[in-house]
Nanobody
Framework: QVQLVESGGGLVQAGESLRLSCVVSGTIFRFNDMAWYRRAPGKQRDLVATITRGGSTNYADPVKDRFTISRDNAKSTVFLQMNSLKPEDTAVYYC????????WGQGTQVTVSS
């Protein structure tokens, strides 16, 4: 059974940074594509960033140049470095495995105050 456990969320002020982590178990991590999603209050869940098995990355326009997704295959962990945070980044952030199958973490709350 694949498990994804996020950590690193919290309350910060606008302009500050946070680093989210997601530890994955139950699969050979390096063979998986991974992603981060987020759901803001009252909104649908949106894609934030993706990283492939080979390390290629892609970002949603609202977070380009501020967020960085990375992975450490030795630690079976995917990260999301979030810089220059804005109040509109407030959301529950979810780690997801997107290939070869889809699995989700439980989410971690990020709140950015103005």
């Amino acid at each position: 059974q694949v498990q994804l456990v996020e950590s690193g969320g919290g309350l910060v002020q606008a302009g500050e940074s946070l680093r989210l982590s997601c530890v994955v178990s139950g699969t050979i991590f390096r063979f998986n594509d991974m992603a981060w999603y987020r759901r803001a209050p009252g909104k649908q869940r949106d894609l934030v960033a993706t990283i492939t098995r080979g390390g290629s990355t892609n970002y949603a326009d609202p977070v380009k140049d501020r967020f960085t997704i990375s992975r450490d295959n030795a630690k079976s962990t995917v990260f999301l470095q979030m810089n220059s945070l804005k109040p509109e980044d407030t959301a529950v952030y979810y780690c997801a495995r997107t290939y070869p199958l889809a699995d989700w973490g439980q989410g971690t709350q990020v709140t950015v105050s103005s």
